[in-house]
Every structure is written in C-alpha cells, then in structure tokens.
C-alpha cells in the first residue's frame, strides 16, 4: 500500500513558477513508476509527466520545456517544477505512483490556478 500526499499547490500570475511535492509513504518507493496528472474543470484528466527509478522522464507536450519532473528516492518524494505557467495550466494536480505487480495509487490532488 502506497500513500501519496501532494503539497505546493496554490495562485500564481502567468508567467510565475510553483514547485509540487509528493510525499509517498509505504515500501519499495523507488521500485514504481511516478507520475503527475490534472483535471481542469470541465475536462478529463490528463498525464503531464512521468519518471521511473532510473530518472528517464516523460512529458505531455503542453507542458514539454516548461515543466521538470524529479525523484529523491531517499526522500521518497517527487517533485514538479512548473516555469512559465499559462491560465490553461490551471487544474488539480494529482500524484500517482504505479507498479505492475503492486498497484496503481493516486494523492488526494493539490489545486493550481493560474490568474492575473
């Protein structure tokens, strides 16, 4: 069983910067694959970003050059850094993390909004 707890959410202008974290509590964190989705009003959530233990990454292409996705697997933490945030980035952002073999876990969500 896997725990996630996101943090860093929050009311940005465009063009500013927020840094998400993921907590993650349980066993054999490194061993899954984490990731970052939204849901913005009205819409179907949508992957922004996944990384597996090795730190390959990969980005939805809304967001590919403005958004970092990272791990500390000491810390069994994941982190999104989001750069130059557009009003369409506004939505709740959700941590998961997936293992073949041992599930499919998803945070509670943090909400961003993206407004002048």
């Known amino acids: 069983q896997v725990q996630l707890v996101e943090s860093g959410g929050g009311l940005v202008q465009p063009g500013g910067s927020l840094r998400l974290s993921c907590a993650a509590s349980?066993?054999?964190?490194?061993?899954?694959?984490m990731g970052w989705h939204r849901q913005a009003p009205g819409k179907q959530r949508e992957l922004v970003a996944t990384i597996v233990s090795s730190g390959n990454t990969n980005y939805a292409d809304s967001v590919k050059g403005r958004f970092t996705i990272s791990r500390d697997n000491a810390k069994n933490t994941v982190y999104l850094q989001m750069n130059s945030l557009k009003p369409e980035d506004t939505a709740v952002y959700y941590c998961?993390?997936?293992?073949?073999?041992?599930?499919?876990?998803w945070g509670q969500g943090t909400q961003v909004t993206v407004s002048a």
């Open positions: 349980g066993s054999a964190f490194s061993f899954y694959v």
């Open positions: 998961t993390a997936d293992h073949v073999y041992r599930g499919n876990y």
